[in-house]
């Protein structure tokens, strides 16, 4: 017995075919405009529900969005306000520093600033040693001085030929690598008496020769050839974008800093 083709619905092809036109009227059925055409407010785009033609909304003012309070602002500046008026640097950290928190700050101040300032801190890093600007030596006298706070001003703002590393770096991060910092320069002029009684000394020479490295490795880092000496501008050429962390200008108006049992964490 034949199939015959003028009755789709008969044959081994004839219910594949029923089935589906069935899928296909359930999925036109289903396709109506009403999801599309719904009314809504699209991120950048004008509206006319609101008398300005703006769809996005200006915050309501004396409101303050999650996350964007900001009380404590020296934890977010690393700055207060001076008796000056000015600006003013402490050496002093926001918040509790563990041994968790000096562990971080190892951990990214190796990923981020080593590359210029080397894992010691001598301003000898990969890339300067490849003829970029020699980096700070943070064990010379100048930045043995500096409070602590200046070093995270650095990170947030830049420094000479130092960009910013507010992207890269969290105002946690930027604590807790200041917070390094001043381990690594206690650590790279540590004294026996400053050890724990009964703590092991070795000579730093004694350790490169047991782990058979050259006799240099223990010496100072001589500044190789490559590099870009910083010699004294030019006038006539135009200033360096250098800026002291605290530059001469106008008085601002700093809040009163608040602790913020966020930057305990």
């Not at 092809?13 to 029923?18: A, D, E, P, R």
């Not at 055409?37 to 309501?60: C, T």
């Not at 969005?65 to 402490?90: C, I, K, M, W």
């Not at 190796?110 to 020699?134: A, D, F």
Request: hydrophobic share 35%; aromatic share 8%; net charge positive.
């Amino acid at each position: 017995m034949r199939t015959s083709l003028l009755n789709p619905a008969s044959g081994k092809y004839g219910k594949f075919f029923v089935a589906s036109c069935m899928a296909a009227m359930a999925v036109l059925c289903g396709c109506r405009q009403d999801m599309q055409n719904q009314p809504k407010l699209i991120p950048q785009r004008g509206s006319e529900m609101f008398a300005d033609g703006r769809g996005a909304r200006p915050q309501v003012v004396n409101t303050v969005a999650r996350g964007q309070l900001h009380e404590d602002s020296y934890f977010y500046t690393g700055v207060v306000q001076g008796a000056n008026g000015y600006r003013e640097e402490l050496d002093e950290m926001p918040f509790p520093v563990t041994l968790t928190v000096l562990k971080r700050g190892q951990e990214r101040f190796n990923i981020y600033c080593s590359t210029c300032h080397s894992r010691v801190g001598n301003g000898l890093g990969e890339i300067v040693q490849r003829g970029y600007k020699p980096a700070a030596n943070f064990h010379d006298q100048v930045r043995l001085a500096q409070p602590v706070s200046h070093y995270f001003y650095v990170m947030t703002h830049g420094y000479g030929a130092m960009p910013d590393y507010s992207s890269q770096l969290t105002p946690v991060d930027r604590w807790a690598v200041a917070a390094y910092l001043r381990a690594l320069q206690l650590s790279q002029a540590a004294k026996p008496e400053d050890l724990p009684a009964g703590a092991v000394v070795k000579n730093l020479k004694d350790i490169a020769r047991e782990q058979k490295l050259p006799e240099n490795f223990a010496e100072a880092w001589p500044l190789p050839q490559t590099a870009v000496q910083a010699y004294p501008h030019t006038a006539n050429e135009g200033t360096p974008g250098m800026a002291p962390a605290n530059p001469a200008d106008p008085a601002i108006k700093i809040p009163e800093s608040k602790p913020a049992p966020a930057a305990a964490k």
